[in-house]
């Protein structure tokens, strides 16, 4: 009652990993030195390895959205049309960054909470053979959905585009066959599954993808992905890195490698299943039931309550930090994380919490049941497992 520690339960930033963050302390280190030079080869060998690529994977010193807009101002040119599949606040943001750099966007677009389908995109690119790319979020963590991107790398692959999947939430959370279902970009970020602060975006950049590099025209000086694919064989980044990130990176990275990065999707799958049991046996209703993410859980607050009341019931009485929704979906869904440093205690606390909010707003629930749910679904899966 007294004692309130903080908790975050948001999509990004996340809970931090403790060696990850005791490893920023020994920051003091020069960028040009032989020493930083071989950590970084390494961080850059492990992202290799974590996300499961052949591909080269290349640091940037700026949140997921500069990697985004590397993508586009690095591999495209003006008017290229482009098929966006857009189901949420990051999809737009890719149609945004699209129309900015002079691209033709062809928006496809599916009702917040759902996902553009396979068949929806097959259609697009039937009609448009002559898009140069796709853009699409593997979670579109806005809403609480995912998409099929491997359906979606099945039909890109044999055309002349490319396919750029935001997977800023869907590295760690979902899997993700980089080279198996043909995904030309996979943009990640530091302060989502990879448990260390923002400020670090990743690309990996497939032979397809380097080939639209030599006719982009598009402007472009700091994110230089020429120059910082260069400068990687070095051991070296173009510009300053964020020096203590690199190396609480490179911390994080050993320890998703020990854990494994199947145990690491597995342990967000499974707390947002048992999120999704937990909100179904209070009687409160999913946002994105159909497809539904695995980095995010978005759930609708009772009838009538808005839930702003449930986001402050967090803060103010526990200490938690969950998210409210985001632009018009604002006081219509609150939004519990499942990515990175969670565990089944942090939700069972989550859960607990939340039938308090509920109770004290006028939302009669039973105490315990949303727990029971959890707690039934973590039995069964350490019994089966």
Known sequence: MYIKKQRLLTPGPTP?????????????IHHRTSDFQKLYRQVLTDLKDVFGTKNEVLPLSSSGSGAMEAAVSNLFRRNDKVIVCTAGKFGERWVGITKAFGLNPIVVEAPYGDSVSAARLAEALREHPDARGVFVQASETS??????VQAMGALVK???AILVIDAITGLGTMPLDIDG???DVV?????????IPPGLAFLSVSDKAWEFHKTCDLPHFYFDLKKERKNALAGESTWTPAVSLIISLAEALKYIKELGMDKLIANAQMLAAATRAAASALGLELFSPNAPSSSVTAIRPPAGMDSGLIVKGFRNEFGMVIA???GEMKG???????????????LFATIG???????ANGYIVPYGKGVAAAQSFYAEAIRTR
């Open 16 to 28: 931090l990993l403790p060696r990850a963050l005791h490893a920023m302390m020994a920051s003091d």
């Open 143 to 148: 809403t609480g959905a995912a998409h099929d």
């Open 158 to 160: 044999n055309t002349d």
């Open 181 to 183: 279902w043909g995904l």
């Open 187 to 195: 943009i990640g970020g530091s302060q989502k599954a990879f448990m």
């Open 324 to 326: 409210n929704g985001q």
């Open 332 to 346: 219509q869904i609150f939004r519990i994380a499942h990515l990175g440093y969670f565990d089944f205690a942090d």
């Open 353 to 359: 919490a939340l039938e308090i909010i509920l109770n």
